[in-house]
């Protein structure tokens, strides 16, 4: 009976793969698992292995292409050589003649002493359908506990831990920076004694199957595939070839020391031996020497690649436009710096300038809803409540926090709701439900000194609020030039179901409750 091993999905926009090299040859006999091709996208390289154990029978040539889904190699089940039994008394079994560039012999595999349990990506939203394996909190055959941390997993918006669901030892299946859907097998926790052993082999054979014509080449001393340290992968041979860098000076970060397409990427040029000068010569101009030049690779993280698709949608999607004012902060200023004291003293945070903006806000949306609602198919659903999203930005990008029924709170209320946000933000412990389901949007891009800008919205919603930064400048109050602290507001909006009538009184209305903040107080 015939398997056939085809190539695998590795990425969202990868649509065909390079067959770099074959670890395994025509005939081989494989055991499951066990690493037989690697395959190379413009991305990332990544090995193949055997779905069941068996004869190799291979298919596509190295250097194809080949379409994701495509047959790479057959594994015929008891057919070719097979792995020899195992010998009840070694002892006793004369020694096997030593030939120069022999075959080891296949290890002979223990029958695991309890079963294996597949440790997959959990659901972690109702909209993340993939995340990605930031980073191994545990190694490739530590023996973990149950409910003990085993990775870190990546989604567009928070970062979680992958816990061990019994005790055993941990066999990892994905690869740091991998991108898996969810429910794709993450790893595996065998049972205790369920290690592999292999049959020992002489050094003098380990020595013949050493050689390889790529160099520095995998071993196949114990059926497992390693690389000696300082060996390039395929890719990394490939760059380091075209860049003129010789592996020997490149520090290898991968397994066992490997050079990996990320340590050859990073790779630089060794300098050029300056050409002998001719014992007479004309007199020549002293070459310009300019300074070092490099570039530097970073994959995109799961958060920024789901952004950057979402803005894009939104500018697609919408008919998005921009109505400015500007706002006099005085009179709020004057009252921060005369309650300040008391203030903190009393609800124990600082009285901050977002909690007047977001006081603001929820009052003017009580005049203007159009401005909260938002498209949902044919229909336009207007909320009685006001959620607002604060941006803030984190470590690993920008993120969109929710004060829930902000309408209802008052200004020490949302301040604490926004310490409290705001340090989650930067810690990176966010959860799905405390940035989801806002109405509008807050940013205030000032807190970086921009004077004015135009803000994206934050799909679905159909409004968004910039602040900016407070300059000083001469503007006319009661027929009199004098010096203000003013700040521009830019409100963009979704024109396909806010008219510009709406949008301008809204924002004159957010303008009106900043200048007068009694007007807060007594609502009108």
């Not at 301040?415 to 810690?427: D, N, P, S, T, Y």
Request: charged residues 25%.
């Amino acid at each position: 009976m015939s398997l056939a091993i085809k190539v695998p999905p590795v990425g969202e926009s990868i649509t065909e793969v390079t067959l770099s090299s074959w670890i395994k040859k025509d005939g081989d006999h494989v055991e499951m698992d066990e690493v037989i091709a690697e395959l190379e996208s413009d991305k990332a390289t990544f090995e193949l292995t055997a779905e069941k154990a068996g004869t190799l029978k291979t298919v596509a040539k190295e250097g194809d292409t080949l379409a994701i889904g495509a047959v790479v190699a057959n594994i015929e089940e008891g057919a070719g050589a097979a792995a020899p039994a195992k010998e009840s008394a070694p002892a006793a079994q004369p020694q096997p003649e030593v030939v120069a560039n022999a075959p080891a012999p296949a290890p002979v595999a223990v029958a695991p002493a309890a079963g294996s349990l597949e440790i997959k990506v959990p659901t972690v939203g109702e909209s993340i359908t993939e995340v990605t394996l930031s980073r191994w909190i545990k190694k490739d055959g530590d023996t973990v506990e149950m409910d003990e941390a085993l990775a870190e997993l990546e989604s567009d918006k928070a970062t979680f831990e992958l816990t061990a669901e019994k005790a055993g030892v941990l066999k990892t299946i994905a690869k740091e920076g991998d991108v898996l859907p969810i429910g794709a097998v993450v790893c595996t926790i065998e049972g205790a004694g369920a290690a592999v052993q292999a049959t020992p082999v002489t050094p003098a054979v380990v020595s013949a199957t050493d050689e390889s014509p790529r160099g520095g080449a995998p071993t196949k001393a114990d059926g497992a595939v390693t690389y000696a340290s300082g060996t390039p992968s395929p890719a990394a041979a490939k760059i380091l070839a075209e860049k003129g860098v010789d592996p020997k000076g490149v520090n290898g970060t991968g397994v066992d020391g490997r050079i990996t397409k990320g340590d050859a990427l990073n790779a630089q040029t060794a300098p050029a031996k300056p050409a002998a000068q001719p014992a007479v010569s004309a007199p020549v101009a002293a070459p310009v020497i300019a300074g070092e030049r490099s570039e530097k690779r970073e994959k995109m993280t799961s958060l920024r690649k789901t952004v950057a698709k979402r803005l894009v949608a939104v500018k697609n999607e919408t008919a998005m436009l921009t109505t400015f004012n500007e706002v006099d902060m005085q009179p709020i200023m004057e009252l921060r710096g005369k309650y300040k004291d008391k203030f903190k003293e009393k609800h124990g945070v600082g009285l901050g300038f977002m909690s007047f903006f977001t006081k603001a806000v929820t009052e003017a949306l009580k005049d203007w809803p159009a401005v909260g609602a938002r498209i949902e198919g044919e229909e336009v659903v207007y909320s009685n409540f006001a959620d607002i999203s604060i941006a803030v930005s984190a470590p690993k990008g920008l993120v969109v926090p929710v004060i829930r029924n902000a309408d209802t709170l008052s200004l020490a209320e949302i301040e604490k709701e926004i310490v409290v946000l705001a340090g989650k933000a930067r810690e990176n412990k966010l959860t799905i439900p405390e940035m989801t389901g806002g109405t509008f949007t807050i940013t205030n891009g000032g807190v970086f000194g921009s004077m004015m800008s135009t803000p994206i919205l934050n799909s679905p919603q159909s409004a968004i609020l910039g602040m900016h930064n407070i300059i000083e400048r001469p503007v006319a109050v009661n027929g009199q030039v004098v010096i203000r602290p003013m700040m521009y507001l830019a409100l963009s909006y979704d024109h396909r179901i806010i008219d510009g009538r709406e949008s301008v009184s809204f924002l004159v209305r957010v303008k009106q409750l900043l200048e007068d903040p009694a007007r807060l107080l007594l609502g009108v």
